[in-house]
Structure formats: structure tokens, C-alpha cells
């Protein structure tokens, strides 16, 4: 089965730019969709389709995706971004299935 | 406003049944593709099961054979039945709205399962 691996945490100062990976066997050639989960809440879409971002989302999320690892991008993070991140992908090599990386804890120092 | 309210959750021993259900509203949930997502307590995402616009379902390995996914279009509903339950099941289940092949742009709040003694 196909496998994301996610950095178990990130920590960046406020106004700094937090990158958040998400690797996979030629990921590149899959489409890649990012997750928000802030503590006790469900997850929110913030990035699909790579590097497309859902009506609400500010422009400082953004993603990218090639080769080997997809990337989640935060600008000028506040403290409201710190949340659990979670990356997605579509898997069709088998049977059909959707697959979760494990997940990143992003602090906001 | 899209909506998706679980419900159903709770305790229940190992080897036990739970039917949850998820509403639907200000959308037609048979003309999306619907999931359900569960997440394991201090754990991370993992999807569980999957119902197209046609009909055709698929399930996770983990539970394959012990949960069944249907919908009543009727009443706009998801369900999933939860049969021979595991302690490894315990987890938030989250009603998910998915975009074809692709992604979740719809959650739920989810609803509790306990598998306990």
C-alpha cells in the first residue's frame, strides 16, 4: 500500500515561514491535498489539486509537489496556524484507497 | 451552509455492534461521493470507507468483512454499521463529503466510539 511520511512536528517564530513536507513514492505524480486540524476540531481543507486553495483560505497557505515530496507552505504564520497538518493523496495501484500521511504538528514559538 | 451531524457513537464491549449515522444538509448526499475518516485518540487520519454517486463502495483493509457502509437517499443520510469490534477501533468517526477521486471538502464533527470492557 502507498505511504506519506509527514515530519511528526515543525516549530517556527511568528512571521516566519513554516514548510511542511509530506514524501511518497513519485508523489509528484499524484495529486496532493493538505488538512488543517486545530485541537478538538475536525479537519479543514486548506490546499487541493497540489497547490489550490479552497474559497476562505488565506493566500499564505501554499503547496507544491514534485518528484518525491509535496510541500505545505506557510507565510507569515500567527499563531492561530498552530494545528495539526495532514497530507492526502488518491491511491489507485491497488484497490481503491484514500491515504493519510501521519500528520505534523506545527508550533508556533 | 453544508452540513454533516454524526451521530450514534458510545460505548460498547469488544465484539459488539454500533450502526452510526450522519445527516446531510443544503446538499443532495447521493450526488456525492461519501466517506467516512476516523481518527484514533491522539492519533492520526484514517480513512475507512467510501460510497460513490453510483453505488459502488470500497472499505480500509482493517475493517473489510466487520463494517458495511450504506445510504438512505431518502432521508439524506450516511451510515456505517460497526459489527465484531475491536478495542483498535475506538476513534472519532468523522461523515466526510469527497470530491471524485480526489478530496474530503466536507467534515463532520464526528462521533465517538468506546470499545471497552
Known amino acids: 500500500s502507498y505511504v506519506l511520511t509527514q515530519p511528526p512536528s515543525v516549530s517556527v517564530a511568528p512571521g516566519q515561514t513554516a514548510s511542511i513536507t509530506c514524501g511518497g513514492n513519485?508523489?509528484?505524480?499524484?495529486?496532493v491535498h493538505w488538512y488543517q486540524q486545530r485541537p478538538g476540531q475536525a479537519p479543514v481543507l486548506v490546499i487541493y489539486y497540489d497547490n489550490d486553495r479552497p474559497s476562505g483560505i488565506p493566500e499564505r497557505f501554499s503547496g507544491s509537489n514534485s518528484g518525491i515530496t509535496a510541500t505545505l507552505t506557510i507565510s507569515r504564520v500567527e499563531a492561530g496556524d498552530e494545528a495539526d497538518y495532514y497530507c492526502?493523496?488518491?491511491?489507485?495501484?491497488?484497490?481503491?484507497?484514500?491515504?493519510f500521511g501521519g500528520g505534523t504538528k506545527l508550533t508556533v514559538l | 451552509e453544508v452540513q454533516l451531524v454524526e451521530s450514534g457513537g458510545g460505548l460498547v464491549q469488544p465484539g459488539g455492534s454500533l450502526r452510526l449515522s450522519c445527516a446531510a444538509s443544503s446538499f443532495t448526499l447521493s450526488s456525492y461521493e461519501m466517506n467516512w475518516v476516523r481518527q484514533a485518540p491522539g492519533k492520526g487520519l484514517e480513512w475507512v470507507s467510501h460510497i460513490s454517486d453510483r453505488g459502488t463502495i470500497y472499505y480500509a483493509d482493517s475493517v473489510k468483512g466487520r463494517f458495511t457502509i450504506s445510504r438512505d437517499n431518502a432521508k439524506n443520510s450516511l451510515y456505517l454499521q460497526l459489527n465484531s469490534l475491536r478495542a483498535e477501533d475506538t476513534a472519532v468517526y468523522y461523515c466526510?463529503?469527497?470530491?471524485?477521486?480526489?478530496?474530503?471538502?466536507?467534515w463532520g464533527q464526528g462521533t465517538l466510539v468506546t470499545v471497552s470492557t
Open positions: 466526510v463529503r469527497g470530491i471524485t477521486g480526489s478530496y474530503f471538502d466536507q
Open positions: 492526502q493523496v488518491w491511491d489507485r495501484s491497488n484497490d481503491l484507497v484514500w491515504v
Open positions: 513519485n508523489i509528484g505524480s499524484k495529486s
